[in-house]
């Protein structure tokens, strides 16, 4: 078990333990007077909580999302747990009407969170629009098919794939 490495604060009815993953503040509130349980709590929570960032992150390079976004079209087959979120998110994309797709990452490329006003052109954003839908995506638990999509540039054709957004 991983020791906690955030910090504790002590409230009204127990302990707050604060850490950050994935790019993300993070807070446990646990009501107790027991600090040994407190502390052993907050180990817990925080190593799955890294657990989850180091499989997942599309900034790890050996993550299931990164393996998933570079599959060039290739299938990937996903183990369980994995496939239960592809499973999620095409249930939300079926609810929400294609509102959630987590496709769209890939507008990452062209938009920038940085606090600054920079918005992508409406060409930027034409380019990149045929990598976006799960209905381009090839699901068949466990397997997965990201689609190679191919656009036309002014000298030439490129080969483009789509990717996801972390699950």
Not at 98 to 106: A, K, P
Not at 119 to 144: A, D, F, N
Request: aromatic content about 10%; proline content about 4%; charged content about 25%.
């Amino acid at each position: 078990m991983q020791k906690a490495a955030g910090s504790f604060d002590i409230v009204e009815d127990g302990f707050v333990y604060r850490f950050t993953a994935m790019a993300s503040p993070c807070e446990v509130r646990m009501e107790t007077s027991d600090f040994d349980l407190a502390a052993h709590i907050a180990g817990m929570v925080e190593a799955e909580a890294r657990r989850i960032e180091l499989k997942y992150s599309r900034y790890h390079r050996d993550s299931v999302v990164t393996g998933i976004n570079q599959s060039d079209g290739s299938p990937i087959f996903l183990d369980d747990e994995t496939a239960s979120l592809i499973d999620y998110a095409a249930s939300i994309f079926q609810l929400s009407e294609g509102l959630f797709d987590i496709t769209s990452g890939v507008l990452r490329r062209i938009w920038r969170f940085d606090g600054s006003d920079a918005i992508p052109s409406r060409q930027q954003i034409k380019e990149l629009k045929p990598l976006i839908g799960w209905q381009k995506v090839k699901w068949q638990r466990p397997e997965l098919i990201l689609l190679r999509v191919w656009k036309s540039t002014s000298a030439a054709s490129a080969k483009n794939t789509q990717s996801i957004a972390p699950c």
